[in-house]
């Protein structure tokens, strides 16, 4: 079955790096674009970034843009989101997600937490 | 950016009622390219329809969706006690990709 499991978040110091991966199984990972969704503690959810299935593109929300890196290793089925000089509002459960052309994002992780603090 | 603009935030109603829960676009969006989404307490979300109106593998068909350009609409035909969650809907047409604010339907 199509897993997707996020690890790499904690607490940071405002101005630091942090990356988080996600490791992907039960399908074929060079299938899909992938991205990065978060959701702020009591909040909504937040489009953050997208990777084409072969990671020739990239997008990015205008709050995480220059800040944050996405980036994909099909050999590895893992997908990572680089993320430098983070903010205190960048705290939030990170999800990754799968996208398959139409159907929106069908698969999630269940997230990690960063936690963006001095 | 296209904004998502959810209504109402919150929907009181017992179970076996009808939901109703609005998304409107700040531009149109094509209709393939609208999706809804449910969220439980402590759970990633989860796809329900895509293409506006295409239900999700799995999901019941008191669920249905409609719209066009800039006004899409879920509705929840007998509300099941498993349906009281957030919904959200997306938009995935054009980056950057954007979720409303989400539609919160709660036990009355």
């Known amino acids: 079955q199509v897993q997707l499991v996020e690890s790499g978040g904690g607490v940071v110091q405002p101005g630091r790096s942090l990356r988080l991966s996600c490791a992907a199984s039960g399908f074929t990972f060079s299938c899909c674009g992938m991205h990065w969704v978060r959701q702020a503690p009591g909040k909504g959810l937040e489009w953050v970034a997208l990777i084409w299935y072969d990671g020739s593109k990239e997008y990015y929300a205008d709050s995480v843009k220059g800040r944050f890196t996405i980036s994909r290793d099909n050999s590895r089925n893992t997908l990572y989101l680089q993320m430098n000089s983070l903010r205190a509002e960048d705290t939030a459960v990170y999800h990754c997600?799968?996208?398959?052309?139409?159907?929106?994002?069908?698969?999630w992780g269940q997230g990690t937490l960063v936690t963006v603090s001095s | 950016e296209i904004v998502l603009t959810q209504s109402p935030g919150t929907l009181c109603l017992s179970p076996g009622e009808r939901a109703t829960l609005s998304c409107r676009a700040s531009?149109?969006?094509?209709?393939?390219?609208l999706a809804w989404y449910q969220q439980k307490p402590g759970q990633a979300p989860r796809v329900l329809m895509s293409g506006a109106s295409s239900r999700a593998t799995g999901i019941p068909d008191r669920f249905s969706g409609s719209g066009s350009g800039t006004d899409f609409t879920l509705t929840i035909s007998r509300l099941e006690p498993e349906d009281f969650a957030v919904y959200y809907c997306q938009q995935f047409g054009s980056s950057p990709w954007t979720f409303g604010q989400g539609t919160k339907v709660e036990i009355k």
């Open positions: 531009q149109s969006v094509s209709s393939s390219y």
């Open positions: 997600a799968r996208y398959v052309t139409g159907t929106g994002l069908d698969y």
